[in-house]
């Protein structure tokens, strides 16, 4: 089947683009239940330090438990309301048991996941590396929409994103071991440095640590020849942006920006076309 598939070039990418809406509509309960879930384990742990015993609600609550339903009615979502695309524009965004607005955010996920995993099949082909450049895509969309929700980048997704790089780097898939482990070593520490330095200069803290760890995983698959074109793409792609949300919602330079859905924008385009970022410092590796 994967031969069959790998002699077309547009049904590879056809069924890489179904394959990401699918996966796209699995990222969307990542990007909804992982910080309810990293939250619940806090609280566990300060009922813990309490003394206290905490009973959550409801008591089982992970990525499969419980089945999809409907946030406001909590009515169970049947497959044939779960088709990615298909069932929320027939179903006009809107639950079909309260009538409640369903957010526009769910078919983008799975649109922009679905692109992904095509471009991935077109310009690497259905082998390790497509297979790869579609894993490091899911990573950093998850990745991107929890970030601009809360503010957070989850360890349990950053370092495993980390540790699947240099997983696919044994066999120099996007870059040299040497060069990925290199990479992710670089990647954390001239972000920390960052934040040490805004902190001694302005006193409070300018990034979180799971930016550092979010470019310390883009450096285990790309290399660090690509981390300096990414800081400085993110850097001013993240300024720029933030400067027009801050004008727009008046809230003066404390507003905070989430840093991460940059650095996963500057890791996709560095995924693609990595000799464009290495030669904005004119970088051989």
Known sequence: MLDFLQ??????????LIFGLLV???????IHRVPRMMEREWQAQAAELRGETYTPDPPRYNLVVPGSHCP????????????????WLAQRGRCRHCGVRISARYPLVE????LLFGVAAWHFGLNAAGAGAMLFSAFLVALT??????????DDLVLPLLWLGLLFNLWGVFAPLNVAVVGAVAGYLSLWSVYWLFKLIRGKEGMGYGDFKLLAAIGAWLGWGVLPGVIILSAVVGAVCGIVLMLLARRGFDMQIPYGPYLAGAGLLALYFPEALRGLLQLPV
Do not use: E, K, M, Y
């Open 7 to 16: 002699q077309s070039v547009p049904l590879a990418v056809g069924t890489a």
């Open 24 to 30: 796209g509509s699995f990222l969307n309960v990542v």
């Open 72 to 87: 406001s009615c909590r009515q169970p979502i049947g497959a044939l309301q779960n088709i990615p695309l298909v069932s």
């Open 111 to 114: 649109l922009v996941t679905g």
């Open 145 to 154: 929409f929890i970030d601009i929700d809360t503010q957070l980048l989850p």
